[in-house]
């Protein structure tokens, strides 16, 4: 192992691990290969930009020219998947982009690595893989499939071909499939940094449905450091559930965002539920556990890590103002004003 490419490097967990990787690892070299869509961020890696061993690369992973001569430039001999459509209202809206980067450019990775010749081929999953999880289970590797919205179906479709790349080509494979994961640089649609963001702002923030669904939080540096793990000690074609073990209803992690922001429970709007929303996610890690991986953040932290990240996003306004411009209220508009309208709220 020597040069690592991080595709989707300038994303939210992929630029938590390139800035782990490139300090941990000097004698690495570390390409991140980025398409900067809408979710891409530049600003995610100015921490890294100067160091020696880090070059960014702008490409897509489903252009297989852009792919081949990235692998062949910088000689390839690793890559980590972290390139991805990543937010599931987004894929209700919209699903084209997410087949095409989450199963199709999984696939065009895989077949140029195939061609050149890979040591480790890393890709980041999902626990939305296994569908709603009713009861008291928690997801095994093994368990079936079930997923629901189009974005965890596409990356279902990625997570899969990985596997039969593994099966037929005997390729050296690892899939990690991580929980919800939060913390600083998260771009400001999901859950955590949106509501945190619109409540320094004194705006509705719109909790779908009875805001009774569970979530299992886990910290990105716990999530970069799942896949660190994975990578380094894993068994060729086998699957790592990361999980933070830090089962959450919605409306609990809200309330505790309002609390560290001294914020009043009236900004809450309960809107129109997201369409087959899934009610429940939960996995079992303890496979990842035996290879030794442990969380800095732990179910009994969450208090003073929600903490933490509320006081990131209030330390780096100048960070999530530019994002929350453009593209980004366009979309505001699409998912919100008429469910907010709906709660008699004005968007
Ligand atoms: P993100 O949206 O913040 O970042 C995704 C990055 O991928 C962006 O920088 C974007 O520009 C890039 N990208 C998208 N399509 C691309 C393409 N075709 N070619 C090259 N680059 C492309 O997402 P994230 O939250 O950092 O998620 C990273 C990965 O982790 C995804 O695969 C996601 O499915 C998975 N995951 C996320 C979570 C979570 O809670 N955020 C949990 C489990 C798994
Ligand atoms: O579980 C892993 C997944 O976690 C990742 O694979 C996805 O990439 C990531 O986006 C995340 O998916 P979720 O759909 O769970 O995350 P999101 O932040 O969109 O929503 C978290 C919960 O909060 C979910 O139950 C929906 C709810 N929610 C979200 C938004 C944006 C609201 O109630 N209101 C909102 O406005």
Not at 109 to 121: V, W
Request: net charge negative; proline share 4%; with cysteine.
């Amino acid at each position: 192992m020597k040069n690592i490419m991080v595709t989707g490097g300038a994303g939210f967990i992929g630029s938590a691990f390139v800035r782990q990787m490139v300090k941990k690892h000097p004698e690495f070299n570390i390409i991140a290969f980025d398409k900067l869509t809408y979710a891409g961020n530049l600003e995610n890696l100015t921490p890294v930009n100067d160091l020696p061993n880090f070059k960014f690369v702008q490409g897509d992973i489903a252009d297989r020219e852009a792919v081949r001569s990235t692998y062949e430039e910088h000689a390839i001999d690793t890559v980590v998947n972290f390139a991805a459509e990543s937010h599931v209202d987004r894929s209700i809206l919209s699903p084209d982009a997410f087949i095409n980067s989450n199963t199709v450019g999984v696939h065009i990775l895989l077949e140029s690595a195939q061609k050149h010749g890979m040591e480790r081929f890393l890709h980041v999953s999902t626990d939305e893989v296994y569908g709603d999880i009713e009861g008291d289970h928690f997801s095994l590797e093994d368990d079936p499939f079930q997923p629901n919205s189009p974005y965890s179906a596409s990356k279902a479709g990625g997570d899969l071909m990985v596997r039969a790349y593994h099966v037929t080509y005997g390729m050296n494979t690892i899939v990690t499939r991580g929980s919800n994961t939060y913390g600083p640089y998260q771009y400001p649609e999901k859950l955590m940094p949106f509501f945190i963001s619109e409540a320094i702002d004194d705006r509705p923030l719109p909790v779908y449905g009875n805001g009774m669904q569970v979530r299992d939080w886990l910290h990105v540096e716990d999530h970069a450091g799942g896949i660190y793990t994975a990578l380094m000690k894993g068994e060729a074609g086998q699957a790592y559930n990361i999980a933070g073990e830090n089962q959450q209803n919605n409306i609990d992690v809200i309330r505790l965002m309002l609390k560290h922001l001294n914020k009043p429970e009236t900004l809450l709007k309960y809107v129109p539920d997201r369409e087959g929303h899934d009610r429940r996610y939960a996995m079992n890690c303890d496979k990842l556990k035996a290879l030794g991986w442990k969380r800095l953040y732990d179910h009994s932290d969450f208090d003073k890590a929600v903490a933490d990240t509320v006081a990131w996003y209030k330390a780096n306004e100048s960070w999530w103002r530019k994002i929350k411009t453009g593209e980004y209220l366009e979309y505001y508009k699409r998912q919100y004003a008429a469910r907010l309208a709906a709660a008699g709220a004005t968007a």
